[in-house]
């Protein structure tokens, strides 16, 4: 097809799909409107299992078996990328350089990093509690390592990131996550039920019952898989050379 | 005026959508395709967010307020957005992963040029 049909063709399919679009959401409820029946039910079963932050209880107490679903998908791709971004056989590791940083960005990049790093940690502990949780936290966690790339060179970060580490941790954690939904089968009937912990006190680190542990699993398998990612693209971008030189 | 603004963030969605469609198909640059689906993506997550809204309402956290005194957005569609965010990086990365092994095999991203079968 050339460029020209297929570009006609889009623009018949975008007009058909766009004027449908229109049509569905002239009948949707109106924006910003007062009748919410889930999201009522949500902050009413989170509060009568005392988590403060009501998306965490959505996704890892009332959606918990969705999440299980999502870290597989982000276990799975992982493992894709993994695989697609090897070493071949046509290709050789280069040491990288050391390359000149400018003494404000290093500066700056070492004073940062453990900020940013706490502020990551802090965002998973308090998942269950304000805004953030497992997800957020853990990127923001695994970025901060990052910073020292900027600052220092590749070789100071791979000292600090064993990636064959990281790699059993997002293992580990996912395994957690599994292991803690296996005990609700055994605490009561149903996996990943949030009946084997007690709920504790309302907006304190304990409150939620198995929501601050789902919640510290998905913070180290996001944290650890973003490393992985990053290492591998770091890899083909700064190490792995082809034949012909790049 | 307010009949308007009722649907507007809808439309702004389905708007996203279509623009990130629009790059899908005229892309010559296979990154930029993929930067091309992750706005796609976005359309959705504004969607989502615009069903989710309420009229003077706050976030879903009570940790600073108490439970009953303000109204609060629809917390079932923000963790539907979380997931929609995860699942968006995700696929992104392995798409990024695949282009790096299509330019080293066939030493180009434009999608045009890569009409041959290699073994």
Redesign the interface.
């Known amino acids: 097809m050339t460029?020209r049909a297929?570009?006609w063709l889009?623009l018949a399919g975008?007009a058909g799909?766009?004027v449908l679009?229109?049509a569905a959401?002239?009948k949707?409820p109106?924006?910003?409107?007062?009748r919410?029946p889930?999201?009522d039910r949500?902050?009413r079963a989170?509060?009568a299992r005392h988590t403060?932050?009501?998306?965490s209880?959505?996704?890892f107490d009332q959606?918990a078996f969705?999440?299980l679903g999502?870290m597989t998908?982000?276990f799975a791709?992982?493992l894709?990328?993994v695989v697609?971004?090897r070493q071949t056989r046509d290709e050789h590791r280069a040491a990288p350089e050391p390359a000149e940083v400018a003494l404000p960005v290093r500066r700056y990049a070492l004073i940062v990093l453990p900020v940013a790093l706490v502020s990551g940690l802090y965002v998973v502990a308090h998942g269950q509690?304000?805004?953030g949780?497992g997800?957020q936290g853990g990127v923001v966690a695994a970025t901060a390592l990052h910073l020292l790339y900027l600052g220092a060179d590749y070789r100071a970060l791979e000292r600090v990131r064993p990636v064959g580490r990281y790699e059993v941790g997002d293992a580990l954690a996912a395994s957690a996550y599994l292991v803690t939904g296996l005990a609700g089968l055994i605490g009561s009937a149903a996996f990943l039920a949030n009946t084997i912990l007690p709920y504790g006190t309302?907006?304190t680190l304990s409150s939620g019952g198995t929501v601050p542990l789902l919640n510290a699993a998905i913070g180290m398998e996001?944290a650890c898989a973003v490393v992985v990612?990053l290492a591998?693209?770091l890899d083909?971008a700064v190490e792995i050379e082809?034949e012909g030189g790049s | 005026m307010s009949a308007v603004?009722?649907?507007?963030?809808?439309?702004v969605a389905?708007w996203v959508f279509?623009v990130g469609?629009?790059g899908l198909?005229?892309s010559r640059n296979l990154i930029h395709a993929v930067g091309c689906l992750s706005v796609c993506q976005a359309g959705t997550y504004v969607l989502l967010l615009?069903?989710?809204?309420?009229?003077k309402a706050t976030?879903?956290?009570?940790?600073d307020i108490k439970?009953g005194s303000r109204?609060?957005?629809?917390?079932?569609?923000?963790?539907l957005t979380?997931?929609d965010?995860?699942?968006g990086a995700?696929?992104t990365?392995?798409l990024?992963?695949?282009v790096?092994?299509i330019s080293?095999r066939h030493d180009t991203v434009d999608p045009?040029e890569l009409s041959e079968l290699r073994g």
């Open positions: 460029r297929r570009l889009l975008g799909l766009a679009f229109a959401c002239l949707l109106a924006f910003g409107g007062d919410h889930y999201g949500a902050v989170s509060l403060a932050n009501t998306v209880s959505v996704n959606r969705d999440t999502e998908i982000l791709a992982v894709g990328c697609l971004l509690l304000s805004p949780g997800f309302f907006n996001v990612l591998r693209f083909q082809g | 603004l009722d649907v507007l963030p809808y439309l389905g279509l469609c629009y198909a005229t615009a069903v989710g809204y309420r009229d976030a879903p956290v009570y940790s439970p109204p609060v957005v629809d917390p079932v569609v923000q963790a979380l997931t965010v995860v699942v995700t696929v990365a392995l990024l992963a695949l790096v092994q080293k045009d």
